[in-house]
């Protein structure tokens, strides 16, 4: 292990074989840790991030300053106590938070990888990330969360490795990518690899950075975090500072300012290549088709307790694709518990402070852990 930056990294010496046919090792994966794991090492969560997270769950992301994606989830007495609770979170392969990404090195280039670096899949991060367990000496985990692609990690990772979690929270998730949501993906790739300064991916080598393209991307995929009467409700047809239309292009409504903001900042934080990769991956995802066509076979082998979250207002991930992995856990019997939560902010509820997802959250561990 190295620590460069603020960012802890663990180097996987063994092999992994790819998903695409090809095989990597040496590869670095980042990583980060809240909380004490205890003598028995049974308290440990991993959790898995979003499209646009990173290892930096709480407290104060050291490299860009902000609070961590989970601030009002993770934390001292919060809904995931780190007083209590060993978390682990790693920056997910494809990323650009120091893991194996696009932005690496190509050791035989000298330059960065950019799209010759390999295509990866969920099951390919997963598989990734489990060296974690034994770089911490953990035999199981006591559960594994994540919403969103962070949810599909979850399933893929009980499904590969149905003993080594005790408890399983897949959050605002779906087993498949819909063609809605490829569509969308596709949208944000098509800004970004429409970008001129894109430079089919070797824009590093050529001092460049596909800045409008990644915005646009991030904007597109923005809309569809929210939820229409959430922003309704924010925004409505509010104008930009002005009492009248400019009659321009510029930004006349509120909605289009905090859009152009979410774009510009973004860019800041995060790789073009990197998006490109990581949306690819979540558009590759299908659980049921890893086991010809039935979902429940993916759940078949393991003895772990599930509890499935869902939002009212996500129609990224509606509630009956959440839904649909209960229906295949009941039907072999699983310890399956499922609960939709009234909110109004769309997808993103499970970032935001939503009282009621976080004590469902919060009440699910605690009470499992008195049973451990």
Same mark, same amino acid.
């Given at each position: 292990?190295?620590?460069?930056?603020?960012?802890?990294?663990?180097?996987?010496?063994?092999?992994?074989?790819?998903?695409?046919?090809?095989?990597?090792?040496?590869?670095?994966?980042?990583?980060?840790?809240?909380?004490?794991?205890?003598?028995?090492?049974?308290?440990?969560?991993? &959790?898995?991030?979003?499209?646009?997270?990173?290892?930096?769950?709480?407290?104060?992301?050291?490299?860009?300053?902000?609070?961590?994606?989970?601030?009002?989830?993770?934390?001292?007495?919060?809904?995931?106590?780190?007083?209590?609770?060993?978390?682990?979170?790693?920056?997910?392969?494809?990323?650009?938070?120091?893991?194996?990404?696009?932005?690496?090195?190509?050791?035989?280039?000298?330059?960065?990888?950019?799209?010759?670096?390999? &295509?990866?899949?969920?099951?390919?991060?997963?598989?990734?990330?489990?060296?974690?367990?034994?770089?911490?000496?953990?035999?199981?985990?006591?559960?594994?969360?994540?919403?969103?692609?962070?949810?599909?990690?979850?399933?893929?990772?009980?499904?590969?490795?149905?003993?080594?979690?005790?408890?399983?929270?897949?959050?605002?998730?779906?087993?498949?990518?819909?063609?809605?949501?490829?569509?969308?993906?596709?949208?944000?790739?098509?800004?970004?690899?429409?970008?001129?300064?894109?430079?089919?991916?070797?824009?590093?080598?050529?001092?460049?950075?596909?800045?409008?393209?990644?915005?646009?991307?991030?904007?597109?995929?923005?809309?569809?975090?929210?939820?229409?009467?959430?922003?309704?409700?924010?925004?409505? $047809?509010?104008?930009?500072?002005?009492?009248?239309?400019?009659?321009?292009?510029?930004?006349?409504?509120?909605?289009?300012?905090?859009?152009?903001?979410?774009?510009?900042?973004?860019?800041?934080?995060?790789?073009?290549?990197?998006?490109?990769?990581?949306? $690819?991956?979540?558009?590759?995802?299908?659980?049921?088709?890893?086991?010809?066509?039935?979902?429940?076979?993916?759940?078949?082998?393991?003895?772990?307790?599930?509890?499935?979250?869902?939002?009212?207002?996500?129609?990224?991930?509606?509630?009956?694709?959440?839904?649909?992995?209960?229906?295949?856990?009941?039907?072999?019997?699983?310890? &399956?518990?499922?609960?939709?939560?009234?909110?109004?902010?769309?997808?993103?509820?499970?970032?935001?402070?939503?009282?009621?997802?976080?004590?469902?959250?919060?009440?699910?561990?605690?009470?499992?852990?008195?049973?451990?």
């Amino acid at each position: 292990m190295n620590t460069e930056n603020n960012v802890k990294t663990l180097i996987v010496k063994k092999p992994l074989k790819l998903d695409c046919g090809k095989t990597i090792n040496e590869f670095p994966i980042a990583y980060e840790t809240y909380g004490s794991l205890n003598e028995k090492k049974d308290n440990a969560i991993l &959790v898995f991030h979003a499209l646009t997270g990173d290892q930096f769950v709480t407290g104060q992301n050291p490299i860009t300053k902000k609070d961590g994606w989970w601030s009002y989830a993770v934390g001292p007495d919060k809904a995931i106590d780190t007083k209590k609770y060993f978390v682990i979170c790693a920056n997910v392969m494809g990323g650009c938070m120091g893991s194996f990404g696009p932005s690496h090195e190509d050791p035989n280039t000298g330059t960065a990888f950019g799209t010759n670096f390999p &295509v990866i899949t969920i099951n390919d991060m997963v598989n990734a990330q489990y060296n974690l367990l034994d770089h911490f000496g953990i035999d199981k985990l006591f559960s594994i969360a994540g919403g969103s692609m962070g949810g599909m990690q979850v399933l893929q990772f009980i499904s590969n490795f149905p003993d080594k979690a005790k408890t399983v929270i897949p959050i605002a998730c779906t087993s498949s990518h819909s063609a809605q949501n490829i569509a969308f993906n596709e949208l944000g790739r098509q800004a970004i690899t429409a970008d001129s300064n894109w430079k089919d991916g070797d824009y590093s080598s050529k001092n460049t950075i596909p800045n409008k393209g990644l915005a646009v991307a991030r904007m597109a995929a923005h809309i569809t975090y929210l939820s229409k009467k959430g922003l309704q409700e924010k925004f409505g $047809r509010k104008l930009q500072e002005r009492e009248d239309l400019k009659f321009g292009f510029d930004a006349d409504f509120q909605i289009e300012s905090y859009l152009r903001y979410q774009g510009s900042v973004f860019v800041d934080r995060f790789d073009a290549n990197s998006y490109l990769y990581i949306t $690819r991956a979540m558009d590759y995802f299908d659980l049921a088709k890893q086991f010809k066509g039935n979902l429940s076979d993916a759940f078949r082998a393991t003895k772990a307790k599930f509890f499935i979250i869902s939002f009212t207002s996500d129609w990224l991930y509606p509630t009956q694709e959440n839904k649909d992995i209960v229906i295949a856990l009941n039907s072999i019997g699983a310890n &399956v518990g499922f609960v939709e939560i009234e909110s109004d902010k769309g997808h993103d509820s499970f970032l935001l402070n939503v009282p009621d997802f976080l004590s469902a959250l919060k009440n699910f561990l605690d009470k499992s852990y008195t049973e451990n």
